[in-house]
């Protein structure tokens, strides 16, 4: 049982350079999340997935485009990369439901130069 | 929208002394949980509390949720290198999305 697999786990961009995260689970979870990891900063919400063809704005989702393929994949597109997205993402899982817990991904460590 | 806020941000602790990192809400929270990341690694669920003035313990980590549903607090005894990494709160909101707190770095010293 993989969990919440992330593709790649490393990534160097040049500014304006496009590339997209991909994610999938194994866990027949509805819910799919992309999250940011900067340091002092948290975790912010990028983009919610509630089910398969739904997609929300979360706290940060300037730059970014995601893609719910189908109920495992939940994918990530930076269009344009910028310095300012040089983070570690995250990509979680849940099921829908008030008391829950989110399952993450090994994470994907994305530098923009 | 909600917001869970943590302190402290860093927290340097001797190997044997204990401390606690608290989770701090203007909201009534319908649940909170706490995640831990290690160095390098991703977050990793360790409990969650449901019910008003809930007290839970997994060995030498004792949590607690507030009698208001407010806050919340993570006290670790006795510390042990073990216990690196980022400690992170977070609550769920009535769409069932997690809003995660800053989170306390704990760095232990020898």
């Known amino acids: 049982n993989a969990g919440v697999t992330q593709t790649p786990k490393f990534q160097v961009l040049k500014t304006g350079q496009s590339m997209t995260l991909q994610c999938a689970q194994d866990m027949n979870h509805n819910s799919m999340y992309w999250y940011r990891q900067d340091p002092g900063m948290g975790l912010r919400l990028i983009y919610y997935s509630a089910s398969e063809g739904t997609t929300d704005k979360g706290e940060v989702p300037n730059g970014y485009n995601v893609s719910r393929l189908n109920k495992r994949e939940f994918s990530l597109r930076l269009e344009s990369a910028a310095p300012s997205q040089t983070s570690v993402y995250f990509c979680?899982?849940?099921?829908?439901?008030?008391?829950?817990?989110?399952?993450f991904g090994q994470g994907t460590r994305l530098t923009v130069v | 929208g909600q917001q869970v806020m943590q302190i402290p941000q860093y927290q340097h602790v001797q190997e044997g002394e204990d401390f606690t990192t608290y989770c701090n809400s203007s909201?009534?929270?319908?649940?909170i949980q706490w995640y831990k990341q290690r160095p390098g690694g991703h977050p990793v669920f360790l409990i969650q509390?449901?019910?008003?003035?809930e007290v839970k313990k997994q060995k030498r980590l004792t949590f607690q949720f507030g009698e208001a549903k407010k806050n919340s607090s993570l006290h670790i005894t006795a510390t042990q290198t073990t216990d690196v990494g980022t400690y992170f709160c977070?609550?769920?909101?009535?769409?069932?999305?997690?809003?995660f707190g800053a989170g306390t770095q704990v760095v232990v010293t020898p």
């Open positions: 509390l449901v019910k008003s003035g």
């Open positions: 909201t009534t929270l319908s649940n």
């Open positions: 977070a609550a769920t909101d009535s769409w069932g999305k997690f809003q």
């Open positions: 979680a899982s849940s099921v829908v439901s008030l008391n829950t817990e989110a399952f």
